[in-house]
């Protein structure tokens, strides 16, 4: 068995089928966008070679681009401060309740994830319609017309409802990730915390956070990349306005490549994503897992 | 030998790997030539839709080895789609498209489109000016399918019921719109999502406001600003229109095509501003007879103020159909346009789904809805020609309809608006 394994040859068989398609489908793609974020190209017909003058646009003039960045950052902070830490903390309670009570919660839960984007999306989209939405008319009915808003349509509540559109999407997944976290969480470690004296808060966040801290980290890598690339929802709901108010960077990359034809421009909106994305991950990565570069 | 198994391996990966990569064109196992078709009609049993399926059964008569492949989304989505087909290379054999300098020219530009024949498609009773919207330098690209008025449809029952007329002024559709809202009706609909049908309203209503339609044209070709007066005077009757006089719901720019058409159609709103390819509102059988037997149409309201009057009609022809220019099946896929051409307008004037570029016989069978129309286009003393949105680049175009929307949800000023149109067009003309 060793001998095969030690075998250059049967190890380059092995890694050649993943290798080839990260080459194909991830490092070919990208190089591709970056030698066409380097032109004037509508999609089609002729190309013209610009150079960086599409990075220069974005950064200097492209106010939609940074506004865009800006609101995909607010819903990640949403997505890692708020959802993160109610997904945490009702994980934290569904394991201490009976497993079937737990796994009847579990499924309630889990169920918008399960949902296609089109279906959650137009779900919401018919709830929050002004005219004929539940969330108006249960408003009204309890007396509260002043909130009752076009939701998404009104600058100052559109971005808060697409943000929480989002987030109701994703909890199901936190919630799943953390909760199977916790089942892994051995009973010894937090016996012996009581047996020392430990309360709840302290048992929580000397032992069971510290032990689940790979699977945090996890979440919240999960968490960068879908909020970043976030744009299903912000086509179906929102698509980007009223004005920018909800434009979000994989939206806006898809406009400018797609609507405006200007096909290299778009490109060189993804390669400054896939850095931002890149950095923010590493960063990331770095700060949750208590690496400070002295390894 | 070990090389050799390599090179096995190696071929194997690929075999594997080019489904993956792959595409193009396959006809079916059976023999059969497959026509890719793209259209912007997903209901295949109603109206338009249903009438695409009948010419399509009349071809595959006709030619037996024939199959469809037909993909169809709701016209925007279509429209992103077609350029996402186009930049990979895979447009479908035929297509429904438009003729507008910011969709069919830079497919033209690109050699993408095949040329036709106009010979082979004489005698087949196009209105004036039809078959020359489709051509660009001299060759003719497209069959137009469609003669399009701008126009405002009305449900006479809800009218009745509130006590109002139909809105023939602005100040008239003021009033009738707080009736109705007290009724408990959204006024008017639109699709305000997608930004076009904004777009074409600003042109109208700035027809209504100047009384002179080359003036937006001039300012288009750069001979005028987008900032002059009577520019911002439209831009604020404009935003009147639709934010300051209660004629639409709070939901105008989240309202999609579908979403507007079904508020209409199912009688929750009085009013649907959209062109005279919706004739078929009152042949669908989705909505309710009720809804089909009191479908109208009538002219966009004029200004009290304005100099344009009633009979100023925003009209174009927009809608054609087109050939992939390399398609494997370019032969078939002509006959097809040539028999598309010829039977669509007997068809769609039978079943009043469409308002046809080719003259249609009228009759007393017409529903009230097609006469409506075919009254507001014999009475038009003049038309615009495609609206401005549609007379630049794609980028324009978007800028433009972004800034209608931003300008009916109030985010941006009048001033603010006009200076980033100006702005637009002249990055377009450079």
Redesign the interface.
Known sequence: MNSVLNSK?TIF?LV??GL??MV??ILAPILLSLYYSLTSW????AKEFIGLANYKEIITKDATFWRSLWNALLLLGVTVFIQNVLAFILASVLIQLTDRLSLILRTIYFVPAILTVVVITKLW?NIM????GLLNKLLKSAGLEDLAY?W????KTALGAVIFITVWHGFGWALLFYYSGLTTVPKELEEAAVVDGAGPVTRYLKVVIPYMMPVIQAVIIIDITACLKQMEIVML???G???N?TQFVAYHLY?QA??????GYGNAISILFVIIALTITLLARKYLSGDNGNE | M?NSK?LV?LLI?FA??TP??GSGQSDAEDGKVVLKMGDNLPDRTNTWGLVAEEINAAFIEAHPNVEFEVESYQDQPYQ?KI??Y??AGQLPDIMKYWSFSTLLH??V??N?VAPLDPADFEGLGWMPGALESNMVDGKLYGIPVSGDLWVMYYNKAILDECGVGVPTTMAELKAASAKISEMGY?PMVTDG??GWPLSITFDNIFWRVTGDYSIMLDALAGKRSFTDPEFKKAAQAYQDFFKNDGNF??????TDYGAARN?FGQQ?AAMYLMGSWELGLATDSNFPEEFRSNVRAAKFPVMESGKGVADDLVAWFGGNYIIKADSEHKDLAYEYLKTYAELYPKLVWEKQAGFPAQAVAASDSDTPVAKDLLGIGADATATSGTTGLDLK???FK?VHM?LC??LA????SVDEFCESLQEAAEIANK
């Open positions: 040859k068989l050649f089928p080839a398609i194909f489908a509508s999609g089609f017909g989209v319609n002004p005219n004929f076009a998404l349509s009104d600058p709901t929102t698509a306005g009223p004005g108010t406009e797609f609507k405006f034809s200007r096909y | 070990k390599l391996f990966m594997i790997m993956l990569f992103e350029k996402i186009a930049t830079p497919l530009e690109s993408m959204i999502k997608d719901g709070n939901d105008l720019v989240t508020l929750q680049t794609p980028a978007e972004k929307k931003d949800a109030g985010v941006i």
